[in-house]
C-alpha cells in the first residue's frame, strides 16, 4: 500500500473525526436509556428454541406492505461482484440519518427482521437500505463468488459509496447474525479510519467466534436450523455450478453434512484462507471488539441456541467504554419476542436498535448545535474586542 503524504492526513482526520463522533454523545447515557427497557420474554414463549421459532412465524403483514414501494440498486464492492440492495428513502434525503441492515447466514433483504426492522427504521425518519450479501436474494448471477463471514470489505464499500456518489453523512450499520460479526469486524479492524459519516454499529446476535458457532449449530437440539441451512448452502451451489460451471465441483456435494465440512470445502477455498480453522480465526470479530472506537451496541441473548453467548463475556468487550451490550438471559437466536410493553409491539431488539440510532443522531445534532451557538458567540465576541 502506498503512503503518500495526502493518504496519511486523511487517515489522522477520519480517526480525529470517529473519536469526536464519540465523544459528542455520552454514551453512558444511552446505555442507561437503553437498560431501563429491559426485555421481558412472552410467557408462552420463554426458552432460546420457543423464541427464534415463534419470532421468525409471528404474522407482521405491516411490514411486508411497507417493502413494497422500495427501489432496487446494485452496489459494486470488488471486480465482477454486485451486491443487490433494497432501498426507501425520506422526502429530504440528505438531511435524514441512513440506517444500512445487513441480514444473516442464508438470509436476505426479505428477512422477516429486516423487513420489520426497517418498516421502524422509516418511521423513526431514517433512510433505510436493505443490503444483500453476496448470492443473497437471488443474485447468484452477480457474482462468480460465495459470502463468506470475514467480507468487512464489502460492507466498507458499500458505507464508501453512500458517503462519496449519495453524499450521506449520518449512517448506521446494523448486522443480524453472521453480518453482525462482519459489522463488529468492520468496526474493531477499521477503528482508526472510521468515516465521521458513520456513527454507530449495531449487531444483534453476532456470530463473533465462528468456531465456537460451527460446534453449536452441530448439537443435537440444534438439528432443525443446521438440516436446513445446510440444505440451503447445498442448493446455493448446485445454483452456482449451473452459472459457473468452470468454478464449482458438485461431486459428493451429498456427503456435506455439516457447517464445517461446508466451509472446508467451499467457503475456506473461495476466500483464500488456508484451512476452515484459518477462515474460523481471521473472520471472528471477537479479537477486534476491544479496538472498536465508534458506538457500538451488541444484543445477544444468553440462551441463543446455535450462537453461543459465552465469546462475549470475554474482558476486552466489558472494559471498552464504546460498546453497550445488552445480554438478557432469554431471547434466542434474533427472536427477542416481548411481552406487551407500553407503546412497543413485540420485537424488542429491533426497538432497541432504533432507539438507540436515534439516540446517538440526537446526541451528535445537539452537540452539533451547541458547537455552532458556543463559535457563533466567540465570533460575537471577538467583534465587540
Same mark, same amino acid.
Given at each position: 500500500?502506498?503512503?503518500?503524504?495526502?493518504?496519511?492526513?486523511?487517515?489522522?482526520?477520519?480517526?480525529?473525526? *470517529?473519536?469526536?463522533?464519540?465523544?459528542?454523545?455520552?454514551?453512558?447515557?444511552?446505555?442507561? &436509556?437503553?437498560?431501563?427497557?429491559?426485555?421481558?420474554?412472552?410467557?408462552?414463549?420463554?426458552?432460546?428454541?420457543?423464541?427464534?421459532?415463534?419470532?421468525?412465524?409471528?404474522?407482521?403483514?405491516? *411490514?411486508?406492505?411497507?417493502?413494497?414501494?422500495?427501489?432496487?440498486?446494485?452496489?459494486?464492492?470488488?471486480?465482477?461482484? =454486485?451486491?443487490?440492495?433494497?432501498?426507501?428513502?425520506?422526502?429530504?434525503?440528505?438531511?435524514?440519518?441512513?440506517?444500512?441492515? %445487513?441480514?444473516?447466514?442464508?438470509?436476505?433483504?426479505?428477512?422477516?427482521?429486516?423487513?420489520?426492522?426497517?418498516?421502524?427504521?422509516?418511521? *423513526?425518519?431514517?433512510?433505510?437500505?436493505?443490503?444483500?450479501?453476496?448470492?443473497?436474494?437471488?443474485? +447468484?448471477?452477480?457474482?462468480?463468488?460465495?459470502?463468506?463471514?470475514?467480507?468487512?470489505?464489502?460492507?466498507?464499500?458499500?458505507?464508501?459509496?453512500?458517503?462519496?456518489?449519495? &453524499?450521506?453523512?449520518?449512517?448506521?450499520? %446494523?448486522?443480524?447474525?453472521?453480518?453482525?460479526?462482519?459489522?463488529? &469486524?468492520?468496526?474493531? +479492524?477499521?477503528?482508526?479510519?472510521?468515516?465521521? +459519516?458513520?456513527?454507530?454499529?449495531?449487531?444483534?446476535?453476532?456470530?463473533?467466534?465462528?468456531?465456537?458457532?460451527?460446534?453449536a449449530i452441530e448439537r443435537r437440539s440444534?438439528w432443525i436450523y443446521h438440516r436446513n441451512?445446510?440444505?440451503?448452502?447445498?442448493?446455493?451451489?448446485?445454483?452456482?455450478?449451473?452459472?459457473?460451471?468452470?468454478?464449482?465441483?458438485?461431486?459428493?456435494?451429498?456427503? %456435506?453434512?455439516?457447517?464445517?465440512?461446508?466451509?472446508?470445502?467451499?467457503?475456506?477455498?473461495?476466500?483464500?484462507?488456508?484451512?476452515? +480453522?484459518?477462515?474460523y480465526a481471521r473472520a471472528s470479530s471477537?479479537?477486534?471488539?476491544?479496538?472498536?472506537?465508534?458506538?457500538?451496541?451488541?444484543?445477544?441473548? =444468553?440462551?441463543?441456541?446455535?450462537?453461543?453467548?459465552?465469546?462475549?463475556?470475554?474482558?476486552?468487550?466489558?472494559?471498552?467504554?464504546?460498546?453497550?451490550?445488552?445480554?438478557?438471559?432469554?431471547?434466542?437466536?434474533?427472536?427477542?419476542?416481548?411481552?406487551?410493553?407500553?407503546?412497543?409491539?413485540?420485537?424488542?431488539?429491533?426497538?432497541?436498535?432504533?432507539?438507540?440510532?436515534?439516540?446517538?443522531?440526537?446526541?451528535?445534532?445537539?452537540?452539533?448545535?451547541?458547537?455552532?451557538?458556543?463559535?457563533?458567540?466567540?465570533?460575537?465576541?471577538? &467583534?465587540?474586542?
Amino acid at each position: 500500500m502506498n503512503t503518500s503524504e495526502p493518504q496519511t492526513q486523511n487517515k489522522v482526520e477520519t480517526h480525529h473525526s *470517529a473519536c469526536e463522533a464519540t465523544a459528542r454523545v455520552d454514551l453512558a447515557d444511552v446505555r442507561r &436509556k437503553l437498560e431501563a427497557k429491559p426485555f421481558v420474554p412472552h410467557p408462552l414463549f420463554t426458552g432460546g428454541h420457543a423464541q427464534t421459532l415463534a419470532t421468525f412465524a409471528w404474522p407482521r403483514r405491516r *411490514a411486508l406492505r411497507g417493502s413494497r414501494n422500495d427501489e432496487t440498486r446494485t452496489f459494486d464492492v470488488a471486480p465482477n461482484v =454486485q451486491l443487490l440492495a433494497h432501498y426507501r428513502t425520506q422526502h429530504d434525503a440528505l438531511a435524514a440519518p441512513t440506517i444500512l441492515l %445487513v441480514h444473516g447466514l442464508e438470509g436476505s433483504s426479505s428477512a422477516v427482521y429486516m423487513l420489520s426492522t426497517g418498516a421502524k427504521a422509516y418511521d *423513526a425518519g431514517f433512510n433505510v437500505i436493505r443490503l444483500n450479501i453476496r448470492n443473497c436474494g437471488q443474485t +447468484e448471477h452477480l457474482t462468480p463468488t460465495l459470502y463468506n463471514s470475514g467480507l468487512s470489505n464489502d460492507l466498507r464499500a458499500v458505507i464508501r459509496e453512500l458517503i462519496d456518489k449519495d &453524499k450521506l453523512t449520518r449512517i448506521f450499520l %446494523v448486522g443480524f447474525s453472521m453480518s453482525g460479526n462482519m459489522s463488529l &469486524k468492520l468496526a474493531g +479492524e477499521d477503528a482508526d479510519e472510521i468515516p465521521r +459519516e458513520l456513527l454507530g454499529v449495531c449487531a444483534v446476535s453476532p456470530s463473533v467466534d465462528l468456531s465456537a458457532s460451527a460446534n453449536a449449530i452441530e448439537r443435537r437440539s440444534n438439528w432443525i436450523y443446521h438440516r436446513n441451512f445446510m440444505i440451503s448452502l447445498r442448493r446455493r451451489i448446485r445454483n452456482k455450478k449451473k452459472l459457473f460451471p468452470e468454478l464449482y465441483d458438485t461431486r459428493g456435494l451429498h456427503r %456435506v453434512r455439516t457447517l464445517r465440512q461446508f466451509d472446508a470445502r467451499f467457503t475456506t477455498v473461495d476466500g483464500g484462507y488456508a484451512s476452515v +480453522e484459518d477462515y474460523y480465526a481471521r473472520a471472528s470479530s471477537l479479537p477486534l471488539i476491544g479496538r472498536i472506537r465508534a458506538p457500538t451496541l451488541i444484543i445477544h441473548a =444468553q440462551d441463543d441456541p446455535f450462537i453461543p453467548f459465552a465469546p462475549l463475556q470475554d474482558s476486552s468487550i466489558s472494559v471498552n467504554p464504546n460498546v453497550i451490550l445488552l445480554a438478557p438471559q432469554h431471547g434466542g437466536h434474533v427472536g427477542f419476542l416481548q411481552a406487551e410493553a407500553h407503546g412497543e409491539d413485540r420485537f424488542w431488539a429491533e426497538n432497541r436498535v432504533i432507539e438507540f440510532c436515534r439516540l446517538i443522531a440526537e446526541g451528535i445534532a445537539t452537540s452539533n448545535a451547541s458547537g455552532r451557538q458556543r463559535e457563533n458567540r466567540f465570533r460575537q465576541q471577538k &467583534k465587540l474586542q
